[in-house]
């Protein structure tokens, strides 16, 4: 047990220092930002550390869910670390010089293949400034559209993960811990919930990158001061814009299998009585 206790606290410490880390990347490559917001930068990655060595050292965790039914959150979060990665190295103004340029050409041209009419891209790029200057606005359709792949291919690995890798497993599922936030005695069927509360977070899933851009008054404030003064900012604002809808998609995903596995489990059950009985 001490053993046990010592291995999850390590973990935690190695994870907690990770998100910190992602948190600041940004502010550390970008090196823009007044003292100020440095401050507010540096006080987020300690409250994401602090955050994330709670839920993952505590035998329960109180917010994050699938814990222990890997590889839901890894994927989740290499995927969240290749999109800041690949956004903050399209607004990198020093490497468009270097070594990196073909790569910062090649998404620059990815982003205008898919910035196509009615795509999340478009809808996102037509919510900037009027004013901005292109090589501005060029840049954050090439970040957008490398965040919204990103978001797109962690859905995809996740499914193909439930399709063939079996998600979440032959073992025991810790409802407990894996969704705290879950209670199945809160009433009605179980199956029934679950599917509802799939079905919800896939259709946001679906919905949010479209509907979010057409918030165009919400959205030109926080774009024009992240593009004028805050270029980490506008990393975090494309991130959160594409995966936030692509997290609740993945979610959906995860519950639908779960009511699947509960619904497959009830059935084998009744027919375990009726060879019973019939015996």
């Given at each position: ?32 930002g007044t003292p100020g917001s440095r401050q507010l930068v540096a006080l987020f990655a300690l409250m994401a550390g602090i955050f994330t060595f ?123 811990v894996n969704l705290p936030q879950f209670d199945p005695t809160a009433g009605g069927d179980v199956v029934e919930r679950l599917q509802r509360d ?33 270029p980490a900012a506008l990393v975090w604002i494309i991130t959160a814009w594409a995966f936030i809808p692509a997290n609740l998609a993945m979610r ?28």
């Amino acid at each position: 047990m001490t053993r046990l206790l010592r291995s999850r606290v390590a973990m935690a410490v190695l994870r907690a220092g990770f998100m910190s880390l992602l948190v600041a990347m940004p502010q550390l490559l970008l090196g823009h930002g007044t003292p100020g917001s440095r401050q507010l930068v540096a006080l987020f990655a300690l409250m994401a550390g602090i955050f994330t060595f709670s839920e993952y050292a505590a035998r329960s965790p109180s917010l994050v869910e699938f814990r222990d039914a890997r590889p839901y959150n890894r994927i989740r979060v290499t995927a969240l670390a290749t999109a800041v990665v690949l956004a903050t190295a399209v607004l990198q103004e020093h490497w468009r010089d270097s070594l990196l340029q073909v790569f910062h050409a090649g998404i620059e041209a990815w982003g205008r293949a898919v910035d196509v009419p009615y795509t999340p891209v478009h809808l996102l790029v037509g919510t900037l400034p009027s004013d901005l200057p292109p090589h501005l606005v060029g840049e954050v359709q090439a970040a957008a559209a490398a965040v919204y792949t990103i978001s797109l291919l962690m859905i995809a690995t996740f499914a193909a993960t439930i399709r063939w890798g079996n998600w979440p497993g032959r073992g025991a599922f810790n409802v407990w811990v894996n969704l705290p936030q879950f209670d199945p005695t809160a009433g009605g069927d179980v199956v029934e919930r679950l599917q509802r509360d799939a079905h919800v977070n896939l259709v946001l899933g679906v919905l949010l990158p479209l509907i979010a851009p057409l918030a165009a008054n919400l959205l030109a404030l926080p774009f024009q001061g992240a593009l004028l003064r805050e270029p980490a900012a506008l990393v975090w604002i494309i991130t959160a814009w594409a995966f936030i809808p692509a997290n609740l998609a993945m979610r959906g995903l995860a519950l639908n299998r779960l009511a699947w596995l509960i619904a497959a489990h009830r059935a084998r059950l009744r027919r375990a009585e009726v060879l019973a009985q019939a015996v």
